[in-house]
Structure formats: C-alpha cells, structure tokens
C-alpha cells in the first residue's frame, strides 16, 4: 500500500491521459479546462441568450429594478436615479455574453468545417463510384457489340428457314432420285 502511494507520488503524471501523448514529468500551475465541457456550456449559455425566455426574463428584471427604485419608499431604495448599479450589471452580463457567444460560434464554425469535409469526402466517392459505373456499362456495351443479341439469332433463323424453305424442292426431288437408283441396285443384286 505504502509502496503504490510512493510511486504515485514519484511517477510522472499523464498529462492528457492518453497513450499517444508524452509523459509530462512537471506539474502545471496552469488551470486544465476541457475544450468540450466549456464549448457545450457556452453553446446552451449563448442559446438561451439568443431566446424569446431570456428577453422576458431580462426585461422583466429591468423594469423590476426601476420601478422599485422609483416608486419605493426612499429609504428602501439602492439605486437612485441614473440607475447606475443597472447599468454596472447589464454592463457585467454583456462582458460576459460576448465572449461565451463567440466560443459557440467558434464551435459551430468546428463543426460546418469538419461537417464539410465529410460532405466533400462523401461526393468525391460518390463521383469515383459514378465515372467506375459508366466505364463498366461501356465495357458492357462494346460487349454486347460483339455477342449475338436476340434479334440477331432470331434473324438469323428466319434466313435459313427461308434458305431451306427455297432448297426444300430441289432437296426432296433430288433424295427421290437417288433413292430409286439405290432401291434398283439393291433388288438386281439381289435377283441375280
């Protein structure tokens, strides 16, 4: 126990946590902040101040504040006429809105740049699949330029039916004929 407190102590600490980062044998005086944690609060900080619920909530403590300081008792009041304590907070909370609204603008520029890159990366694939698809569907087609398609073959048929069809005639005169002379050779061999 003593001894993995020992080493704790005496080990370096890890400065991002993270095994691709070098170790860090120093400890900083510097506050550590996550970049997230803060973008996500300036963005829901700067989304409220962009709100219909906030200009309520705003002008409602406005008109709080100085009707109270006008129509108060006077010794109840705190802030008298120039409303200078109002003008100190408001002055307060816009040197605050500011820069949280700019840390949520900085984010979302983030993100439409990363967006687009991904958006880029997508359509330069889609192009490489597209100009792959129309050289394999002309390779199909100088192909089927040299394959024999339906209408070939059936044309084809339709020649040669009409060739036989021609030499069907002089075929079937030409077979009687020499059936005959084979048919008398036959039976004088056998008669003799």
């Known amino acids: ?7 704790r102590l005496t080990s370096p600490v890890l400065k991002s946590g993270g095994l691709d980062q070098p170790i860090d044998g120093r400890r900083s005086l510097r506050m550590s902040v996550d970049p997230e944690t803060v973008g ?14 906030f200009i309520g909530y705003m002008t409602a403590f406005v008109l709080t504040w100085v009707l109270w300081n ?6 109840l009041r705190f802030d008298e006429w120039p409303f200078i304590g109002l003008t100190l907070l408001l002055s307060l909370q816009a040197s605050y809105a500011a820069p949280l609204i700019l840390l949520a603008q900085n984010r979302q520029t983030d993100r439409d740049r990363i967006q687009y ?18 050289r394999e569907l002309a390779s199909v087609r100088i ?18 039916s009409r060739t036989l069809a021609a030499a069907e005639p002089e075929a079937l005169d030409s077979d009687v004929t020499k059936a005959n002379t084979s048919g008398e050779k036959k039976r004088s061999k056998r008669n003799s």
């Open 143 to 160: 192909a089927m330029g040299e394959v024999a398609t339906r209408e070939f073959i059936r044309s084809e048929f339709e020649d040669l």
């Open 117 to 134: 890159q991904e958006d880029r990366g997508a359509t330069e694939r889609l192009i490489a699949d597209a100009e792959f698809l129309a």
């Open 70 to 75: 006008i129509f108060a008792p006077v010794d």
């Open 40 to 53: 996500k609060f300036s963005e829901r900080i700067a989304r409220f101040l962009g709100s219909w619920r």
């Open 1 to 7: 126990m003593a001894t993995e407190r020992q080493s």
